[in-house]
DNA sequence: ATTCGCAAAGTTTTT
DNA sequence: CTTTGCGAAT
């Protein structure tokens, strides 16, 4: 019977996905392509071994998201039923791992996961203490070099600050400082969760050797993602037993900058010398055509291994390219498209995604799909769990699950008023450092501080006695908890207490955490609990809340979109400063990674696919015109249908740029479901040419070229466009920063005409210091100002 | 202790 | 142009 059913697993796969799944012992190496059939090789591969016999609670899978972990678990039930293979993400497996052997690393099982504006509060608490100036480091700066430091897995014990180095000097006092007031607070920031896993299986031998025998089988997806302290613990699991086998593709490595090595799968064969490679080129999820656009944008990275896509599908529509106006041009057109196929049965809404860069790109889309009446969700962040109403209740939580949070206590501890103030907070800040015990510990002990008066004591020690009357009401559901707390604090009378409408909403979000509490009670029967539930609040990302069934229109930035597939995808945005990100170019490599996450963004198209730019873009206070992505020259464009770049051509000028898009008609939305499409090729679209507009990255970027808006016929223009106009034609004659001089005389729209007295600064942050007659000597950044030359 | 007002900074991407 | 954070005032 095992062996018929061994049959069956790799019945219908093609000879790469047969030999992966073949493969049970030993490292193995697949290299998998976007849509190459990926999660089925690996929910088939574990079948097979455990109907080969392998015991499943042996193996385990590390997955990128909750939600791949889910996906893969429902597959390999229905081909495996009742098997123990654990699946989820390297920081749930760690944070497992870690409740089980806290005392270890000097925690204790109940420690919380702090998630990043707590760490940045203990953050800035750790540089208070080490009396460090934020002069010329800031407190994100030094954070992000914390971070990378644990991701490239140095601990506090293995880091050594090189000498004369300004910022390693002040990590050495600042990184102590940090991980003293984590312990203090049982408490782990995200990366400490795989950091401290590493330092456990490195300081424990016996006890890594035992868990390396015990996860017999491992299997990590997306390991190109992986950084150096995952890729630490990966080895430390795998060195006795090597059965290691990790899929990924360094195609889609679209996470360099939280510190994933893209070596980390390059040099897998190295250290793994004994390894088998499959690689599964075949794509069974995008035309040919997408699949063209992606194979010849991604041909330009350098660092790279050269790969094929294939497929076996049909040739499908030409991929199109479009510039709008505006946003709001971009956003509508999108908006129109979507409804009409919709309306006219050719698609549903959950065919649909709008990919971008950055979340905030998504604000226009929700307004015009709202106007078209078209169903849609937006992934951005924890969104709901950064709520202040919510971290509030949560942060309740997480005092009773570990009364040592100290961010907690902070949080909660004056909300609602119970007089307790930030002189108080400070007083008792100060007594928990000096004798190294949480704030808590220091509230309970507050009437030794000579510096506390009596009657707040007394508050004190009030709340105190409220957190200890509800640590008694923890059970083993969580809703309950919820409840005792908003009761016995008055949580909710205090939010909706000013009337408004906003404290309504609150109010609301309030009650949906209640419920979702209540779902988490009814689905973990058996593994709930308080610490579970706030396990899992910490630890959800993004696409875990995507739901795939249910019929929206999906908008999320590409990083999230990595490993869903669509029919239809709009990518959106593409200029350059959004994509490739002003951030990363400049270098090399960021800008190759940009281009990867344009690849994933191509990737998960199936039959249909939009690229889309803007020839104007607001951006800090005002509309900027927009260079193309230069990503946009690297495609087949002689092969995609190109709309809007009609008045385009070689050559022009900045100002004839801004005629052309004045004497625009692609205001009305051109129906790309339905119609013939005017198929403008490279050689008509000024695009293509490498006109110097386009291509010439030597040229100055075109925010500091004259923004000179000439008007055009009022009455072809919606409301939006005027006031767009207007918006534009106050930046008119706009002066020039780097033509402001000392002596120059200017005109201000508040201060009327002064005269330049000084200039300091550089770049983005000139300031000059300007004497007006009326109101004396003002300090203006130029980059954010509306000066202008007199007359 | 809270509230108001002004100034500076700012927009990646996420576990 | 917005938001956030800090400082001063009541």
Redesign the pocket.
């Known amino acids: 019977m095992a062996v018929e059913t061994q049959q069956e697993l790799i019945h219908g796969l093609n000879d790469g996905q047969r030999s992966a799944v073949q493969q049970t012992d030993g490292p193995l190496l697949i290299i998998a392509g976007p849509g190459s059939g990926k999660t089925r090789v690996i929910t088939h591969r574990i079948a097979f071994m455990i109907a080969k016999g392998i015991p499943s609670w042996q193996i385990v899978a590390l997955t990128?998201?909750?939600k791949a972990a889910d996906e893969m678990r429902n597959r390999l039930n229905k081909l495996s039923p009742g098997n123990l293979t654990w699946a989820g993400?390297?920081?749930?497996f760690c944070s497992r791992l870690l409740r089980q052997y806290a005392a270890l690393v000097g925690l204790q099982e109940n420690y919380t996961i702090y998630?990043?504006g707590d760490s940045k509060k203990v953050l800035?608490h750790a540089i208070a203490n080490a009396e460090i100036d934020v002069k010329h480091f800031?407190a994100?700066k030094i954070g992000n070099q914390i971070?990378n430091l644990k991701n490239e897995g140095v601990s506090l014990e293995h880091f050594i600050p090189r000498p004369g180095n300004v910022m390693d000097k002040i990590l050495s006092k600042v990184y102590p400082e940090y991980q003293k007031l984590l312990q203090m607070a049982n408490a782990v920031d995200?990366?400490d969760?795989?950091l401290h896993c590493v330092d456990l299986l490195r300081d424990n031998p016996e006890l890594r050797e035992s868990l390396d025998l015990k996860f017999n089988y491992m299997m990590v997806d997306e390991y190109q993602d992986t950084n150096r302290a995952q890729y630490q613990l990966i080895r430390l699991l795998n060195h006795n037993v090597q059965n290691l086998a990790v899929t990924g593709d360094p195609d889609q490595s679209?996470?360099g900058?939280?510190g994933a090595n893209i070596s980390n799968i390059l040099d897998f064969e190295k250290d793994y010398p004994s390894v088998s490679v499959v690689r599964l080129e075949e794509n069974y999820r995008s035309t040919k055509s997408i699949l063209r656009v992606a194979d010849q944008l991604i041909e330009n990275n350098v660092r790279r291994k050269k790969k094929k896509l294939i497929t076996a599908n049909d040739e499908g529509k030409p991929v199109r390219l479009v510039a709008y106006p505006s946003p709001q041009d971009e956003a509508a057109d999108i908006a129109d498209s979507i409804a009409l196929a919709i309306q006219k049965g050719n698609r549903k809404a959950k065919d649909f995604a709008i990919l971008?860069?950055?979340?905030?790109?998504s604000r226009a889309f929700e307004h015009t799909l709202r106007q078209c009446g078209v169903p849609y969700q937006v992934?951005?962040?924890?969104e709901f769990y950064q709520r202040k109403e919510i971290k509030d209740v949560i942060a309740y939580l997480h005092l009773l699950n570990n009364p040592n949070d100290s961010v907690a206590f902070e949080r909660v501890v004056?909300i609602p008023?119970?007089?307790?103030?930030?002189?108080?907070?400070t007083r008792l800040q100060r007594y928990s450092r000096e004798n190294s015990i949480s704030m808590m510990e220091a509230a309970r002990n507050c009437e030794q501080i000579e510096t506390i008066k009596k009657a707040?004591g007394k508050r004190i020690l009030a709340f105190v006695e409220l957190m200890d009357g509800l640590s008694k009401e923890v059970d083993s559901e969580v809703e309950p908890v919820i409840r005792s707390v908003l009761a016995a604090t008055g949580y909710r009378e205090w939010l909706t207490d000013d009337g408004s409408e906003e404290a309504f909403e609150r109010a609301g979000n309030v009650d949906e955490l209640v419920v979702a509490a209540q779902e988490f009670d009814n689905e973990h029967p058996e593994d709930g609990g308080l610490a579970r539930y706030l396990e899992q609040a910490a630890?959800?990302?993004?696409?875990?809340v995507w739901e795939s069934d249910a019929n929206f229109v999906t908008m999320?930035?590409?990083?999230?979109a990595k490993g869903l597939e669509f029919p239809c995808v709009y990518v959106v945005g593409l200029e350059d400063g959004l994509l490739p990100?002003?951030?990363?170019v400049g270098n090399d490599d960021?800008v190759e990674?940009?281009r990867r996450?344009l690849f994933v963004g191509i990737t998960r198209a199936e039959e249909e696919l939009q690229f889309s730019r803007c020839l104007n873009r607001?951006?800090?206070?005002?509309y900027w015109p927009a260079i193309p992505s230069r990503f946009l020259m690297e495609l087949p464009r002689d092969e995609m249908e190109i709309f809007g770049a009609q008045h385009q051509q070689a050559g022009m000028t900045a100002d004839d740029l801004q005629r052309a898009i004045d004497s625009m008609d692609v205001v009305d939305a051109p129906d790309f479901s339905d119609l013939p499409a005017i198929d403008i090729h490279a050689s008509d679209a000024a695009i293509s040419v490498g006109g110097d507009l386009f291509c010439d990255q030597e040229n100055e970027p075109a925010t500091k070229k004259s923004a000179v808006k000439k008007p055009s016929m009022a009455s072809l223009m919606t409301g939006a466009e005027l006031a767009k106009q207007h918006?534009s034609n106050?930046a008119a004659d706009r002066l020039e920063p780097e033509a402001c001089e000392v002596g120059l005389e200017v005109e201000h729209v508040e201060y009327g005409v002064g005269k330049v007295i000084a200039m300091t600064g550089t770049g983005r942050?000139v300031t000059a210091t300007i004497n007006f007659p009326n109101f004396g000597n003002k300090?203006i950044?130029l980059?954010?100002s509306?000066l202008r030359l007199p007359g």
């Open positions: 990128f998201t909750n993400t390297f920081h749930r998630d990043m800035k800031s994100d971070s995200f990366d969760l795989l679209i996470y900058w939280r971008y860069r950055t979340n905030w790109l992934l951005n962040g924890h004056n008023s119970r007089k307790i103030g930030k002189v108080t907070l707040v630890l959800v990302s993004d696409t875990d999320m930035t590409m990083h999230a990100h002003e951030r990363s960021e990674e940009e996450l607001f951006r800090r206070g005002s918006q106050a942050k300090r950044c980059a954010f509306n």
